[in-house]
């Protein structure tokens, strides 16, 4: 076809001439047909409800097609033809036997159109498929059709959407009783007892005792249950009347009504209601303790139903409650040392909090303290004693010393004269 041609309905005909020998004569045959120029392309930008979908899932075909100077197309007939990737090379055939229309939906400006995708429970739109197993795989859609005014879209696969089909089977709305599965898609299910396992779960109401191993989901409705999760990850857990159990498993929020949870080696974000708080007023962190102490304490919080207050893991005295409250802690019954004290409160939806302080217990010190100051004292009393008894002493001495002064002066004197009367007697 010329580059130049104009847009338009064209009729083509072909004449041939055949001379036969065997006949002796010319035969003469002609045959036509009518094809259609286009001034160009309309072009569909495809997109899917989701890139990422479940077996069985309704996926809706959204198309915005448009002419090449990229105003809207709102008039035509359009279709999507969705196929495994790996058929591929079949789609000219399985675009004869399986199209879904699309309509032009002028509130949104697109070309839409549903679909849904095969399972091992039904094939869905996909009825070409038959016994093929090619449910979880890659899948394309092209859309293909004409504008109105004789646009037509491109046949080439390169303009193709992709979408992916997950190996979980979807069910919406279903009610299941008692059921063990694997890799399930549940949204806006209720699961009456069972166990689930490698599923992924939006938005389900469970009743019952239900168990979720290794499974995924974003909100979960717990209604007079006993709910086990193992290596799980839940986004948000409303429990009524029930019991939830976390081994290995990762909540982000449990909103516990009339319920109770027990937490083995998971993280909860946070907790509805908040777990109560602790706190120790006296005594305060290393503080060293002698004699008759009064432990005091407050607990915040609601439905506080046990508040144990321990001297290294022994328990002194149990309340009710929440409030402040005191305990009189005899420190002599206990040998001198280092101890923990602590106070744990639980509440009726089983979340515990805790605080403790460390403690030092001196009782033999302040007795040994004690003693030493009376000795000291005592030694203090003798040794001022001793001083006045060699001041004493001292002054004993010096008049001694003054006397046998005296008495030798007076000797030597009495000698002098003796010696001198000798002389005169002489």
Known sequence: MPSNATPGLYTIILNATYSSYTLNATITGSYFTQIYVAGGYSLPSVRVSSTYAFEGQVITIYANITYPNGTEVKYGMYSATVYPLSLSGLYPLISQVFETPLWYNPRLGLWVGNVTLP?????????????????????????????????????????????????????????????????????NDTLIGGVYVDSILINDTLIGNVTLVNCNASELTVINSHLLLVSSSIGRVRAINSTVELFSSRVGELDLSSSTYVNENSVISSIYPKPPIVIINSPVNGTSLTGLVTVNFTVIGNDVLNVSLYLNNHVLIAFTGNGTFTYTLNTTDYPDGTYELSVVAVQSSGAVASSSVEVNLANELLSLSGGLSRLTGELASNATAMRKALVELNSNLTMIEILLLVSLALSAAALAWFAASRVKST
């Not at 504008?147 to 491109?154: I, M």
């Not at 696969?157 to 063990?180: D, E, F, R």
Request: glycine share 12%; charged share 5%.
């Open 119 to 187: 399972s091992q429970y039904s094939l869905g739109s996909l009825t070409y498929l038959g016994g093929n197993l090619y449910f979880s795989s890659p899948y394309g859609v092209l859309v293909t059709g004409t504008s109105a005014d004789g646009y037509p879209t491109p046949s080439s696969l390169s303009t193709q959407y992709t979408l992916y089909v997950i190996p979980y089977t979807m069910l919406n709305g279903a009610t299941l009783s008692g059921i063990k599965a694997y890799h399930m898609a549940l949204i």
